[in-house]
């Protein structure tokens, strides 16, 4: 198709209008995470003491409309999937940062995305998260060198799931499907069951 | 005094699916997603060249935002992140949540409060190093697309909050 995605490439879109493009689809991000309420690290935290899920199924609903739209586009040759980036995978500085990410997440309620929301709808101690985040970066610059043959370990590439375990593009994304509305499921169960016992 | 009344939450589940589209659309025109903390990667990169542009093209952390663009903050990410900002503030005044406070448990200081939002920032940042993205730019956008280490990231955030979510419930409950 001539048309094929990213329209970057293929309509040679000039800079200007791609960070115009960058602008509303963030202020569209910011107003649903708002809409969500992750403006509240009080209300997102709330996923873990299972009081209230709606952080995994704001989470889970996205990446499987995003998964569902992305397969059919490119089934239907509109999206170059070869032309899309796909996150390398580092299999244990994944793990270990995403342990310790879920650790600092607990401790200040946020993730960076929706601190910039807390931020800028007057909450305080998001503020205190972003000197924490810039702390750390810049402690980061410091201890690089160190760390250079840490954070490249066990690298595996540009994969995905499907060419990792062998199966179909559509299989995969049907299966994953499956298995995040079984996800929501019980996720309402939870929360029920909860909201019964402390009522 | 009128206290006003914030507006409700949205469905969770409307939300996921707007935030899906979205990422279906940054894919469609830029071939990536979305991200957010390479924005604070991008603007701690100009703000530290600013002020020691020799130390911070000695540091690779930096240097990588600095060498071979025209400026750091014109770039894809820190203006969607801009973005996000003006989103949330938008958002934050019409549904009346736009409030000068400190979101913390009933059980503990501000200053508590304060400091482990500073820790639990801190430990993410370097977290988002080691895993090459955050919520938004490995778990959202990666997982839409199914990175492997995406899926192992996100697992990985709910067995590491999920662990010691108990220490931590006096912060928040």
């Known amino acids: ?199 | 005094m009128k206290t006003r009344q914030a507006y409700p939450y949205w469905n969770p589940y409307i939300v996921g699916v707007g935030i899906g589209i979205l990422i279906i659309l940054s894919f469609v025109v830029t071939g990536r997603g979305l991200g957010a903390i390479g924005a604070f990667n991008g603007l701690m990169a100009s703000v530290v060249h600013a002020i020691s542009p020799d130390y911070a093209l000695s540091k690779a952390a930096f240097s990588n935002y600095l060498s071979g663009i025209e400026h750091p903050l014109r770039d894809w990410v820190v203006i969607e992140i801009a973005g996000v900002c003006i989103g949330g503030l938008i958002s934050g005044l019409v549904s009346g949540r736009f409030k000068f406070e400190v979101i913390r448990g009933p059980g503990i200081s501000k200053v508590t409060r304060l400091i482990f939002a500073f820790s639990g920032g801190l430990l993410m940042a370097f977290a988002a190093k080691f895993t090459r993205g955050c919520t938004s730019g490995l778990a959202l956008s990666g997982g839409s697309v199914m990175s492997p280490g995406a899926w192992l990231f996100m697992i990985s955030v709910f067995i590491g909050g999920y662990s010691v979510a108990y220490l931590m419930r006096r912060l928040w409950n």
């Open chain 1, 1 to 199: 198709m001539e048309l094929a995605a990213p329209l970057k490439y293929s309509m040679q879109i000039p800079e200007v209008y791609l960070l115009l493009f960058a602008l509303l689809t963030g202020i569209a991000f910011g107003i649903f995470l708002e809409k969500a309420g992750f403006g509240n690290a009080r209300k997102l935290v709330e996923q873990f003491y299972f009081t209230d899920m709606r952080m995994f199924k704001v989470l889970f609903s996205a990446i499987v409309t995003a998964m569902v739209g992305i397969y059919w586009l490119s089934y239907l040759g509109f999206l170059d999937s070869t032309q899309i980036y796909i996150n390398g995978t580092f299999i244990w500085p994944q793990i270990i940062g995403g342990l310790v990410f879920g650790v600092g997440f607990v401790m200040c309620g946020l993730c960076p995305g929706t601190s910039c929301v807390a931020v800028f709808t007057g909450k305080l101690d998001a503020l205190a998260v972003f000197a924490g985040l810039f702390t750390g970066l810049i402690l980061y610059a410091e201890v690089e060198p160190q760390l250079a043959g840490v954070i490249s370990y066990s690298s595996i590439g540009d994969i995905s799931l499907y060419e990792l375990f062998n199966m179909e593009y559509g299989v995969l994304t049907f299966v994953i499907v499956l298995v995040a509305l079984a996800a929501f499921w019980f996720a309402g169960r939870v929360e029920e069951r909860i909201a019964k016992r402390t009522a």
